[in-house]
């Protein structure tokens, strides 16, 4: 579970990933199987959220870092580089980038209804 | 404010407008003005949250629906359309696909810290 706010003090990663629909499950169980044996154990990890689009093509990994230090630190993690070229190979492209939160809508509905 | 978790009864968009930096602010601005007079009085909103990219070249919009009718029908609304239409306007291009969250780490920290 993660909250979006503007906040908070997080840096945070949209890492899109396009890829055949045949693949799309894969993907997202790498992804979430990366997150739970190397990425959440390196510093500055805060959470990561993996989507799958309804149309098949896209995996999102909606992740957040403590700072943009401790995001470039996992770049440099011989670990997390094994896992990031396997969830490369399995796609057609990877689009990372990273973002602040600039709006959280405050009239914004609680969800679970 | 949002949380994104896997137990939610939404939809979730992510929009990822690509666009020159110099235009990234006006961007952003825009797609708050269009959540705050149009979209969050729709019917099935729940939230959007809005990002920029720390490089200037991206803007995303983080956004739950309550159900993919929902998502549609803001599709058809002309309100709706208008915004879209001026954000499609000032950017180079723009990816929306539906997700579905399929994994939220339950280890993940709090934020705010």
């Given at each position: ?18 890829v055949s629909p045949e693949r799309q ?67 057609i ?21």
């Amino acid at each position: 579970m993660a909250t979006i706010a503007t906040d908070q003090d997080v840096v945070t990663l949209v890492n899109v990933f396009t890829v055949s629909p045949e693949r799309q499950q894969r993907l997202a169980d790498l992804l979430v199987e990366a997150t739970m044996t190397v990425m959440n154990r390196l510093p500055g990890y805060v959470s990561a959220n993996i989507h799958r689009s309804l149309d098949g093509t896209r995996v999102v990994n909606y992740a957040q870092w403590r700072r943009v230090e401790d995001f470039e630190a996992m770049l440099r993690d011989s670990a997390a580089q094994e896992h990031m070229q396997s969830a490369s190979r399995l796609a057609i492209s990877v689009e990372p980038h990273l973002y602040e939160v600039v709006f959280a809508d405050p009239t914004s509905q609680a969800g679970g209804r």
